[in-house]
């Protein structure tokens, strides 16, 4: 069992950043592929971005790709989701998923987060 906590979600005007952590307990975090996903109102839970159990292989949604950075950090049983450029487009809440495969699927991540709230003002 994973236990998943998201935090550094906020309101932020549109152009500025933000800097999303997931912290991990339980069984050996590196073991793990991460990824981020997240849910607007009304729609469905789309995938953000991912890496490896490694930290070598990085996938990111299009919508994100140059503007988004995912890193972990092993040694502290923590991932991370920088975000910059951000656009009201990006107003979600965000959610940090485990699992034992790296993919961009949604239904491949066995462990979530209760998630964290990003709005995006214009």
């Known amino acids: 069992q994973v236990q998943l906590v998201e935090s550094g979600g906020g309101l932020v005007q549109a152009g500025g950043s933000l800097r999303l952590s997931c912290a991990a307990s339980?069984?050996?975090?590196?073991?793990?592929?991460m990824a981020w996903f997240r849910q607007a109102p009304g729609k469905e839970r789309e995938f953000v971005s991912s890496i490896s159990w490694n930290g070598g292989n990085f996938a990111y949604a299009n919508s994100v790709k140059g503007r988004f950075t995912i890193s972990r950090d092993d040694a502290n049983n923590t991932m991370f989701l920088q975000m910059n450029s951000l656009k009201p487009e990006d107003t979600a809440v965000y959610y940090c998923?485990?699992?034992?495969?790296?993919?961009?699927?949604?239904?491949?991540?066995?462990?979530w987060g209760q998630g964290t709230q990003v709005t995006v003002s214009s």
């Open positions: 998923a485990a699992g034992s495969r790296w993919s961009t699927g949604v239904n491949v991540y066995d462990y």
């Open positions: 339980g069984r050996t975090f590196g073991n793990y592929a």
